[in-house]
């Protein structure tokens, strides 16, 4: 332990050993040589730890990134040891190039562990073919995806339309009939045609709903959205439901979006009108619309002081048809949070939502700043070959 301690205290101290010139019958021609040779591996050894750092900053997300620090420091000490060799023609500071070679020594070490340990993984990465190989499944998985999209949409159309026209014949005629023999039908015959025209109603408004269920993300020509502008836009177009319900609604600044607008209209409607649709009885409704930029993203946040939602319900309600009660007490047709989520997980974001049955929901969704559907990629002109 002395010895530990006295070698610590004397690391720098250079008066025990001359310097290597003076050690032994060295020439001009053989001195230099060996110190240029070891700046010359110094400066090697320099170059490489500093391409590597260069190669981890830029290519974010580099695999076994620990085994490239280990290595550059590895790689940066044995250089250091060259320097040293080279300085001690002049500087003979023995201790201190002894510690460093330790150094190296358990660097050295731990990187060889390193490399032990992560073979396995290293073994298992992909090569840039494998990569371009991936990427034409892809690509080729994307077209036919947006293919088999597509023909969704359409038979969508067809299916609506032609199930649009016999409800309009049906609902002519209910007309017709109440028109023509109203005078002439008792109590149950009238609440028949009623029960079955507003049934021919919510058949309406649910092929029409799911219709734009269908469309979503089918438009890929995105346009910059104000959002402040869209909500604005929303909000006067429910003027009358505001109004019902005696709501206030505080709305913060908000971003421009480049993506459809359709898209997030439909979005922001339906928590909008979800908002002013389950409220509470005995307090005023209140609603907020605020946006937070978390740097590559925007999270919107829309909340409401309404009945709230049990728990349990948290992820039940994003599915389609999905509905927490009944038509007499809450209109709807089960449609608008799923539609909300379709937008959301095509722009690539998240949506979710924190509620305390009672005193209402708040419903988070964030939208990337820079948005790429399936469609995006799938538009591909050409796809990358593979040799």
Same mark, same amino acid.
């Given at each position: 332990?002395?010895? /530990?301690? !006295?070698?610590?205290?004397?690391?720098?101290?250079?008066?025990?050993?001359?310097?290597?010139?003076?050690?032994?019958?060295?020439? !001009?021609?053989?001195?230099?040589?060996?110190?240029?040779? !070891?700046?010359?591996?110094?400066?090697?050894?320099?170059?490489?730890?500093?391409?590597?750092?260069?190669?981890?900053?830029? *290519?974010?997300?580099?695999? +076994?990134?620990?085994?490239?620090?280990?290595?550059?420091?590895?790689?940066?000490?044995?250089?250091?040891?060259?320097?040293?060799?080279?300085?001690?023609?002049?500087?003979?500071?023995?201790?201190?190039? %002894?510690?460093?070679?330790?150094?190296?020594?358990?660097?050295? =070490? %731990?990187?060889?562990?390193?490399?032990?340990?992560?073979?396995?993984?290293? =073994?298992?990465?992909?090569?840039?073919?494998?990569?371009?190989?991936?990427?034409?499944?892809?690509?080729?998985?994307?077209?036919?995806?947006?293919?088999?999209?597509?023909?969704?949409?359409?038979?969508?159309?067809? %299916?609506?339309?032609?199930?649009?026209?016999?409800? *309009?014949?049906?609902?002519?005629?209910?007309?017709?009939?109440?028109?023509?023999?109203?005078?002439?039908?008792?109590?149950?015959?009238?609440?028949?045609?009623?029960?079955?025209?507003?049934?021919?109603?919510?058949?309406?408004?649910?092929?029409?709903?799911?219709?734009?269920?269908?469309?979503?993300?089918?438009?890929?020509?995105?346009?910059? =959205?104000?959002?402040?502008?869209?909500?604005?836009?929303?909000?006067?177009?429910?003027?009358?439901?505001?109004?019902? %319900?005696?709501?206030?609604?505080?709305?913060?600044?908000?971003?421009?979006?480049?993506?459809?607008?359709? !898209?997030?209209?439909?979005?922001?409607?339906?928590?909008?009108?979800?908002?002013?649709?389950?409220?509470?009885?005995?307090?005023?409704? *209140?609603?907020?619309?605020?946006?937070?930029?978390?740097?590559?993203?925007?999270?919107?946040?829309?909340?409401?002081?309404?009945?709230?939602?049990?728990?349990?319900?948290?992820?039940?309600?994003?599915?389609?048809?999905?509905?927490?009660?009944?038509?007499?007490?809450?209109?709807?047709?089960?449609?608008?949070?799923?539609?909300?989520?379709?937008?959301?997980?095509?722009?690539?974001?998240?949506?979710?939502?924190?509620?305390?049955?009672?005193?209402?929901?708040?419903?988070? /969704?964030?939208?990337? *700043?820079?948005?790429?559907?399936?469609?995006?990629?799938?538009?591909?002109?050409? +796809?990358?070959?593979?040799?």
């Amino acid at each position: 332990m002395e010895q /530990l301690i !006295d070698f610590f205290q004397r690391l720098f101290q250079t008066n025990d050993w001359p310097p290597r010139w003076f050690c032994g019958r060295w020439t !001009d021609f053989h001195g230099w040589l060996y110190i240029v040779s !070891d700046l010359t591996i110094w400066l090697a050894y320099m170059a490489i730890p500093l391409i590597l750092i260069r190669f981890v900053v830029l *290519k974010k997300g580099v695999p +076994l990134p620990g085994v490239f620090v280990l290595f550059g420091a590895f790689i940066l000490l044995c250089g250091a040891t060259h320097l040293l060799d080279a300085m001690m023609f002049w500087w003979p500071a023995y201790r201190f190039s %002894a510690f460093i070679r330790f150094l190296t020594g358990v660097v050295s =070490v %731990a990187t060889v562990i390193a490399l032990i340990r992560y073979f396995n993984e290293a =073994v298992g990465l992909k090569t840039s073919r494998e990569f371009d190989r991936e990427l034409v499944f892809r690509q080729q998985a994307m077209q036919e995806l947006a293919r088999s999209n597509q023909e969704l949409q359409q038979f969508a159309y067809v %299916a609506s339309h032609d199930l649009q026209s016999p409800l *309009k014949t049906i609902v002519n005629y209910l007309t017709l009939l109440e028109t023509k023999y109203g005078n002439q039908l008792d109590g149950d015959a009238q609440r028949l045609i009623d029960t079955s025209t507003a049934a021919a109603g919510r058949m309406r408004i649910l092929i029409n709903d799911l219709l734009d269920f269908s469309r979503v993300g089918s438009v890929t020509e995105f346009q910059p =959205v104000d959002m402040n502008q869209l909500v604005a836009e929303i909000l006067t177009e429910h003027q009358d439901d505001i109004e019902t %319900a005696n709501a206030t609604v505080e709305v913060g600044p908000l971003p421009v979006l480049t993506a459809h607008r359709t !898209d997030l209209k439909q979005v922001f409607q339906n928590l909008i009108t979800n908002g002013l649709k389950y409220r509470r009885v005995d307090v005023p409704t *209140k609603l907020s619309i605020q946006a937070t930029d978390l740097g590559d993203a925007y999270q919107f946040a829309v909340a409401d002081n309404g009945i709230g939602i049990e728990p349990q319900y948290h992820e039940r309600v994003f599915q389609i048809f999905q509905r927490l009660h009944g038509r007499n007490e809450y209109p709807g047709t089960g449609i608008g949070l799923a539609t909300c989520k379709k937008v959301i997980d095509i722009y690539g974001g998240q949506i979710w939502l924190t509620s305390i049955p009672g005193a209402g929901t708040t419903f988070y /969704l964030t939208i990337p *700043k820079e948005i790429k559907t399936v469609q995006h990629y799938a538009q591909t002109n050409s +796809l990358h070959p593979v040799d």
